[in-house]
């Protein structure tokens, strides 16, 4: 009687693998937008990521410049009037006089902007178009970011209590604007890109080392690098962490805890999906929008 090998059922081409791509071994990747992937294998490789991020500073320099001229005419450089983003960001340069560490911060940010011009430049992409795109979908993202976070509030209201917010305010200040939207761009740079790039990397590789397949590991690390980078971001606003920052901040209110987390994984899923410029800017134009006065409906 012959002998029934089961494989193959599975191996038809008697090569002696299974084919199929729910038997094809797990690369470890992500399947991300060709926002990150710029070569469309399903995997972004580390000049594919600094590109990216690059690319996206590139994009948030008008934010950059304006956050820095702010800081340098208004004549203020006590950390309670300035981003906690930035602030954590210039730790390593905090013993310079605010001149020089102004300085340190927009050579920086020059830099990266000036590698993604040479880069987009190698690679013959056109910049312009491109930059465009991500100012006109952070525009239309930011216009979103309202009533989504609304109907949110709305949702967690029963278990948080109900958010209160401020009344319309008149046509703000020129600096009081570029703060603000600047503000932004540092706190994408730091919790939608390094902090959750590192969660991401700290977690798939344990996930891998519990013996997690290749691509969950990647889900379940890119889940939790969210909820990491949201829980950061809105405890970042809290008088709490602000103190320790010699700054101010904002009094324990679950309600608005809830509004920040939230926000952050809607910017944290734009990032994964349109790349970190399309969230400064959404985040940017939000936060003038509120400035401004300018509430979703929900929430009046």
Not at 153 to 180: H, I
Request: hydrophobic letters at 50%; charged letters at 20%.
């Amino acid at each position: 009687m012959e002998e029934y090998d089961e494989e193959e059922e599975w191996d038809e081409d008697q090569e002696g693998d299974w084919e199929g791509e729910d038997w094809e071994e797990d690369d470890g990747t992500l399947d991300w937008s060709e926002a990150w992937d710029e070569d469309g294998d399903g995997e972004i490789s580390a000049g594919e990521f600094s590109r990216t991020v690059s690319f996206g500073v590139l994009s948030m320099l008008p934010l950059f410049l304006g956050y820095e001229w702010t800081l340098s005419t208004a004549g203020q450089d006590q950390l309670g009037t300035r981003s906690m983003a930035e602030a954590l960001l210039s730790l390593p340069i905090r013993s310079l006089a605010p001149s020089n560490a102004a300085l340190v911060r927009t050579a920086g940010v020059g830099i990266i902007a000036l590698y993604a011009l040479v880069s987009s430049y190698r690679r013959g992409a056109s910049v312009l178009p491109k930059l465009v795109r991500v100012l006109v979908e952070g525009a239309v993202a930011g216009v979103l970011l309202g009533p989504i976070l609304a109907l949110t509030s709305r949702a967690a209201e029963p278990y948080v209590g109900a958010m209160m917010m401020g009344q319309s305010a008149d046509v703000p200040e020129l600096r009081r604007a570029a703060f603000v939207m600047g503000g932004a761009a540092f706190e994408e740079l730091l919790f939608r890109v390094i902090v959750v790039a590192i969660a991401f990397l700290v977690v798939r590789r344990g996930a891998g080392w519990m013996g997690m397949g290749g691509r969950l590991s990647s889900l379940f690390a890119a889940v939790t690098a969210t909820a990491v980078s949201a829980m950061l971001f809105a405890f970042s606003h809290t008088e709490i962490v602000a103190r320790w920052m010699g700054g101010g901040g904002e009094p324990w209110d679950p309600a608005l805890f809830t509004w920040r987390a939230a926000s952050a994984v809607l910017l944290t899923a734009i990032v994964f999906w349109r790349g970190v410029g399309v969230a400064a800017w959404a985040h940017a134009f939000f936060n003038l929008s509120l400035l401004i006065g300018i509430h979703p409906p929900a929430l009046l």
